[in-house]
T-cell receptor, first 111, second 114 residues
Framework: DTAVSQTPKYLVTQMGNDKSIKCEQN?????MYWYKQDSKKFLKIMFS???????INETVPNRFSPKSPDKAHLNLHINSLELGDSAVYFC??????????FGPGTRLTVL | AQSVSQHNHHVILSEAASLELGCNYS??????LFWYVQYPGQHLQLLLK??????LVKGIKGFEAEFIKSKFSFNLRKPSVQWSDTAEYFC????????????FGTGTLLAVQP
């Protein structure tokens, strides 16, 4: 019955590696988001897709590349990981301007 | 540009005390307003939201918030907190439009002492 799911929950990796985080929602929503929560708990939007089309790209380094194979999935691929990428990444989904439902988060630690 | 300010970064209360967390936003148009809660180690959950109508909205777990348009505020209240309310609280605004992105405040960490 999970509404928005993310994998993995924890990700520990070395600087310079490439990694992916996956997100799936079973709510039938048409819009999905990636947010980054830093060590001070500040949440900032990174990307948004509506029906597989990118609609928000917030000054995120191009090492981050989102991909939406269908409207129920939004994955985040990160190239050449840096220490500053360590954070919790949350996926969310919604329909229209209604409530956004968040996934459990992926805690990324770059060593 | 839209922005959200939460004045209290860290609040410590004893159980049964009353709670009010401030939230002010900066946006000239129609907004949708939200309060989310993040319990330790968990994801964000919706507490309540305001889209239109009665400016006093009630949410889950006894929380309520009042939208005061003239003050650009959406303060969160609870008459009597419990230890289980210990969490981070985020105010957010959505100005609608094509992107519907949420702009979050910096969060308020509430610690309730038993």
């Amino acid at each position: 019955d999970t509404a928005v799911s993310q994998t993995p929950k924890y990700l520990v990796t070395q600087m310079g590696n490439d990694k992916s985080i996956k997100c799936e929602q079973n709510l039938g929503h048409d819009t999905m988001y990636w947010y980054k929560q830093d060590s001070k708990k500040f949440l900032k939007i990174m990307f948004s897709y509506n029906n597989k089309e990118l609609i928000i790209n917030e000054t995120v380094p191009n090492r981050f590349s989102p991909k939406s194979p269908d409207k129920a999935h939004l994955n985040l691929h990160i190239n050449s990981l840096e220490l500053g990428d360590s954070a919790v990444y949350f996926c969310a989904s919604t329909s229209g301007a209604d409530t956004q439902y968040f996934g459990p988060g992926t805690r990324l630690t770059v060593l | 540009a839209q922005s959200v300010s939460q004045h209290n970064h860290h609040v410590i209360l004893s159980e049964a005390a009353s709670l009010e967390l401030g939230c002010n936003y900066s946006y000239g148009g129609t907004v949708n307003l939200f309060w989310y809660v993040q319990y330790p180690g968990q994801h964000l959950q919706l507490l309540l939201k305001y889209f239109s109508g009665d400016p006093l909205v009630k949410g889950i777990k006894g929380f309520e918030a009042e939208f005061i348009k003239s003050k650009f505020s959406f303060n969160l209240r609870k008459p009597s907190v419990q230890w289980s309310d210990t969490a981070e609280y985020f105010c957010a605004v959505n100005g609608g439009g094509a992107t519907n992105k949420l702009i979050f405040g910096t969060g308020t960490l509430l610690a309730v002492q038993p």
